[in-house]
């Protein structure tokens, strides 16, 4: 129904610019010409330009070589730079049409994906292949969305708000660890999106066949929320990627990948002022939409924020390194929200190490960490367990949620517990061993209370099989929809959903600490709501928006707390979770957490 009316909705829209006075657009008179050497375009000595003269702007169109997310696959964007500014791209909408579909079909794997492009006098359409649509109208300035989640949502019919990637289905087509429930599901669609522009200082271009768009806008608005990838451009070359794929310079966890080296090893220097004007008001207008915490921090507007710290002049400056750091600084010790990373500093400022400026939360909760596992190191000098028995209880670990590829366990049958860290390979060991022939076991204690979080999939997993259906809810905060999806999960590998699945007789608890956060905190939290499960320990970590890899304009790369909110939904409302879970009994005597066998007798005492 959603699909029809987005559908009339742009019939009635084309239908208006029809009817209205249209100014035909000027012919455009181009002339290539090969570059010699680095130029405004940006291109490179086998490169071509192509200008065009006829209206306000000087604009030079390029192919620019973008990697995608590694350095074996590449897609040649042509990248447009107006004026003489050489490192401030722009897109033309029909570029980038071509590039959305390209990455999408051939890299992403969505091959039913298709963005179509229409153009009418000022306005441009594109249309998804689902009805959703986003117009850009280059006479008021501005960007709408029928339904931004369904244009940004993949091709697929899952909720609009989908917290799994997982499909459910193999190559073959045969069932594999999820299904997805439609009783139960519900979907409420978002408001109508407009990006006013003008608000922001930031304007767009239709000059003769040319309808130009910053590039970090579309990088921030669609390719970010759709993929979880950013667009780089270093002076000489485009990156599709984000901070995982970069890594951190300096970081002995996450160095830096061959791509992020080649990222940097784009020439330093300042930025140009369009460049320092457009990448601050970009930023502006991207954190003002999708910063998810933004009404809970009483943030009316990040310009007026930045301006009341005393930031603004900074992030503005030249010198893209003193920008950097007050970004950096802003991000780790303003925001504070633990969700929120800087990650990189631009090509600009060169291979800058992050070195953490933990707020106040940060070190709240690296101290917590140090504490609660420095308490379990007592008992298990080795490591945690993954799985053990204390008479008829049963504990299972795991300080990440994290999970392998869904044929990984088909393949190897899931038969043991030693792939570390391997939350689905866990539950798919423990299940066999609490439903083994004579088990003792009558309790199951899930243990996260050093869970800092991790994969969605291996969280809705894990409700999967201790509630049989598992429900999880997403609030978005930039559009207002939210959604709650149901999902089995095939436990024993026999790709059948059934009650063989699921932990259905045992009395389940959950042990959480300040450590547990994010997803380490939604488990919990649905544990809470549901009545199910008894929770032992002290109130978790809290922790609600799922993390979302972004970037300026002038190529530093961080993480937010995005518009997508993890909750908890009773009674037909939805329940914010970022404050964390108390538990039903409070373990007073820390040094008791990790003592399985005294924790053992008294859950005992419990039923």
């Excluded at 999408?104 to 998804?128: K, S």
């Excluded at 436990?491 to 450590?515: G, V, W």
């Excluded at 320990?537 to 890899?549: D, E, M, Q």
Aim: charged share 20%; net charge negative; with cysteine.
């Amino acid at each position: 129904m959603k699909r029809m009316l987005a559908l009339i909705l742009a019939i009635m829209m084309l239908m208006t610019c029809a009817l209205a006075e249209t100014t035909e657009p000027a012919d455009t008179a181009e002339a290539t010409e090969t570059a010699e050497t680095t130029d405004a375009t940006g291109t490179d000595e086998s490169g071509e330009a192509t200008e065009a003269d006829d209206g306000a702007h000087t604009i030079f169109r390029t192919e620019v070589k973008t990697y995608l997310a590694d350095m074996d696959n590449w897609y040649n964007l042509p990248m447009c730079f107006v004026d003489g500014v050489d490192d401030l791209p722009w897109l033309d909408l029909e570029d980038f049409c071509g590039f959305m579909n390209t990455f999408q079909n051939n890299f992403w794997g969505d091959a039913n994906y298709n963005l179509e492009y229409i153009a009418n006098g000022d306005l441009v359409y594109l249309n998804r292949e689902s009805g959703y649509f986003m117009c850009v109208d280059f006479n008021e300035n501005t960007i709408f969305f029928s339904d931004y989640d369904g244009f940004v949502h993949d091709s697929s019919d899952k909720p609009l708000v989908d917290m799994v990637s997982a499909n459910g289905f193999d190559k073959d087509g045969r069932s594999e660890l999820f299904q997805r429930l439609p009783a139960g599901t519900y979907d409420r669609y978002g408001q109508r999106i407009q990006l006013e522009l003008n608000d922001y200082g930031i304007q767009l271009i239709h000059q003769g066949d040319y309808y130009l768009v910053p590039a970090q806008t579309l990088s921030d608005f669609v390719l970010a929320i759709s993929t979880g990838m950013n667009l780089f451009y270093n002076g000489e070359e485009a990156f599709c990627a984000n901070s995982d794929l970069f890594g951190m310079v300096g970081s002995s966890n996450y160095p830096l990948t061959q791509l992020g080296e080649r990222y940097y090893s784009g020439k330093q220097g300042p930025r140009s002022e369009a460049l320092a004007t457009y990448g601050y008001n970009e930023l502006c207008l991207m954190l003002d939409k999708l910063y998810g915490l933004k009404e809970l921090h009483d943030v009316t507007s990040f310009d007026r924020l930045f301006t009341q710290l005393g930031y603004k002049d900074d992030l503005m400056a030249a010198d893209p390194t003193v920008a950097d750091n007050k970004l950096y600084d802003f991000i780790d010790m303003q925001l504070d929200d633990i969700h929120s990373n800087f990650s990189g500093y631009s090509y600009l400022s060169g291979k800058l190490a992050t070195e953490g400026r933990f707020g106040l939360m940060g070190r709240k909760l690296d101290s917590s960490f140090d504490f609660f596992k420095g308490l379990r190191q007592l008992r298990y000098p080795d490591g945690p367990v993954g799985y053990e028995e204390f008479g008829n209880t049963a504990y299972i670990t795991f300080d990440t949620f994290y999970n392998n590829p869904a044929s990984t366990y088909y393949e190897n049958d899931a038969g043991d517990d030693t792939i570390p860290g391997d939350t689905i390979g866990l539950i798919i060991y423990a299940h066999k061993q609490i439903y083994r022939e004579d088990s003792p076991v009558e309790n199951v204690v899930i243990d996260l209370s050093c869970n800092g979080g991790g994969s969605l999939n291996a969280a809705a997993f894990v409700l999967g099989w201790v509630f049989g259906e598992g429900q999880v809810s997403l609030a978005n905060s930039f559009s207002g929809a939210n959604s709650t999806s149901i999902y089995r999960v095939d436990t024993n590998l026999d790709r059948e959903f059934d009650i063989n699945d699921q932990a259905y007789d045992k009395n389940i608890y959950c042990l959480i600490s300040p450590c547990s956060f994010s997803c380490g905190n939604m488990v919990p939290a649905a544990f809470k709501a549901s009545g199910q499960v008894t929770l032992l320990g002290r109130t978790s970590g809290g922790g609600s928006c799922l993390v979302l890899n972004m970037a300026t304009a002038w190529g530093t790369y961080f993480e937010i707390s995005g518009p997508l909110r993890m909750s908890f939904r009773k009674n037909g409302v939805f329940y914010d979770i970022d404050r964390g879970v108390e538990p039903d009994f409070v373990i007073n005597n820390v040094s008791n957490f990790y003592d399985r066998q005294a924790l053992t007798d008294y859950i005992n005492t419990l039923f």
